[in-house]
Nanobody
Framework: QVQLVESGGGLVQAGGSLRLSCAAS????????MGWFRQAPGKERELVAA????????YYADPVKGRFTISRDNAKNTVYLQMNSLKPEDTAVYYC?????????????????WGQGTQVTVSS
């Protein structure tokens, strides 16, 4: 069992930055691929970024490429999402998710554990 707790959300002006963190419990964190999803009001939850267990492979959705960076520190059982040049359309609840091996996941159903989410609001 893995428990995930997100933090770092908040209100920021367009063009600003935020860094989300996701702290995981459990000894198997370092074997899991991790993903950050987001869900805006009235929209489906979508994958923003994903990272392999080693950090050697990453994936970014087109809308965030070049602006967001996913990383992880397995010694701290934590995954991060650095968000720069934020836009109002980035406003959403951001969720951290963990996927049992093998491989990265690109769909919601491919992830096994979820956090409660953290709100990110970008004002124009």
């Amino acid at each position: 069992q893995v428990q995930l707790v997100e933090s770092g959300g908040g209100l920021v002006q367009a063009g600003g930055s935020l860094r989300l963190s996701c702290a995981a419990s459990g000894r198997t964190f370092s074997t899991y691929a991790m993903g950050w999803f987001r869900q805006a009001p009235g929209k489906e939850r979508e994958l923003v970024a994903a990272i392999s267990w080693s950090g050697g492979s990453t994936y970014y959705a087109d809308p965030v490429k070049g602006r967001f960076t996913i990383s992880r520190d397995n010694a701290k059982n934590t995954v991060y999402l650095q968000m720069n040049s934020l836009k109002p359309e980035d406003t959403a609840v951001y969720y951290c998710a963990a996927r049992r091996p093998p491989g990265l996941g690109y769909q919601l159903y491919e992830y096994d554990y979820w956090g409660q989410g953290t709100q990110v609001t970008v004002s124009s």
